[in-house]
């Protein structure tokens, strides 16, 4: 119809009404048509960078020296002809290897202790340096202090357009306050987003309190408890401003909005329903999570992936950050095939068996990631769609009791042109392979954690040399962050 007519309408155009507010997929009618300016137009609304960085706690299976040996997360070849292996923990991604990059040979060497008191300490570091690459400070206090994550960086940047800048998810309980174990305060491991060293971002873990902010469900709480009691749905709220909207879409626009508005419908359906299921007296895994998480740790990642794709497709935020478990947490994963609690499991002991039980519980959280990239495959954006787009997707075991090297499995889309690949991280990016953090004495140890911490230093002041960043009050514990690699080989 805007082919015919000319007419387009705002891409931040909103359906509203009595307290809801949704925003619309990308739609034709939002660019001009039949002109060069359309053109560029368009060319613009699609060419936008996403980015998504999933954490997964504990370690992988395949990070030890014999885990290694036998291939469980890193595959044997570097390069595009690399293998995904049946027992290992990465198969579920072989249907999506073109989209994959592997980077190995990784650590999270900023979450060791640097000195004795914090020895024994990181399960309560790791998530902190999971974005920042930075070293905690050690306090139970207020004054804390470890670096801004990759993702805030990234928002800085590529979220100044829409109306939430980031948001940040996840699926433990994350609500404890104070003092952790090993003096450290509860936000290092609570959050692994970081607006600044010392502003911790909080997480929502309540797919009720994601679905209510992305689209303003309710004008205030009492209105939000209301709808919920008659089970009514947002798009009640909305139906005239849709049927005036569509007077003005071509046929292919409003078949757009239709799926848009079924999706948002579904995953609204899907959270009464989980609330609907743990209001009703039944004994529950989780009693103490809130009506609107569900027990099912795959419901549960399921319903937040689905959040992210509508909150992609709708351009209300281009950057999330997604913790999938906390550090210490004995969850048991029985779909894994062992009854083991997560933290247990992860203390193998070097042990051949145990190390393929924790290798179970890798294979199952990995197997996660195909739904969330094929809800982005099938979700059309203009002449595209979401995966084939600009998203980036982060996703790395963070946290680990021992920190060592790991790779980084990262679906990572390239406009116009795709590449499989495993990269090999250079040898001063990890520890040795027989486990030992640094050779040498005590004070030669030290001294090269100090270079190290020197050389950090120089790449954060370049760093905010080049990306416009305010100087820190301590720039030593400034992030480093790597860049992912965006060449062709």
Known sequence: MQI???????RRTFLRGLGVTVALPYLDAMVPAASILGKKAAAAAQNKTRFVAIESVHGAAGSNTWGASKYLWAPQKVGRE???????ALPSLEPWRKYLTIVSNTDTRMAEAFNAPEIGGDHFRSSAVFLTQSHP???????????????????RHIGEDTAIPSMQLCIENLDQAGGCYYNYACAYTDTISWASPSEPLPMIRNPRVAFDLLFGAGANNADRAVNRKKNTSILDWIT??????KTNLGPSDRQRVDQYLENVR????RIQAVEARNTSGEARELPEAPAGIPDSFEEHMKLMFDFQVLAFESDMTRVFSFKTGR???SRAYPESGTNKGFHPASHHGGREANILDFNLINRYHVSMLPYFLQRLKETQEGDSNLLEDHDRIRLADGGRQHPQPSPLPAPAARPRQWHARRQHAPQGARRHADGQRFPGTAPQVRARQHEELRRLDWRARHQRLTCGCKPARHPEREPHVISENRTSS
């Open 327 to 329: 550090d210490a947490s």
């Open 137 to 155: 400070k050690q306090t139970q206090g207020s004054d804390l202090y470890v670096g801004t994550s990759m993702d805030q960086i990234i928002a």
């Open 4 to 10: 015919l007519t000319g007419k387009t309408i705002p």
């Open 240 to 245: 005239g401003e849709v049927s005036t909207l």
């Open 82 to 88: 690399f293998e995904l292996i049946p027992e290992g």
């Open 266 to 269: 579904e995953l609204e359906r």
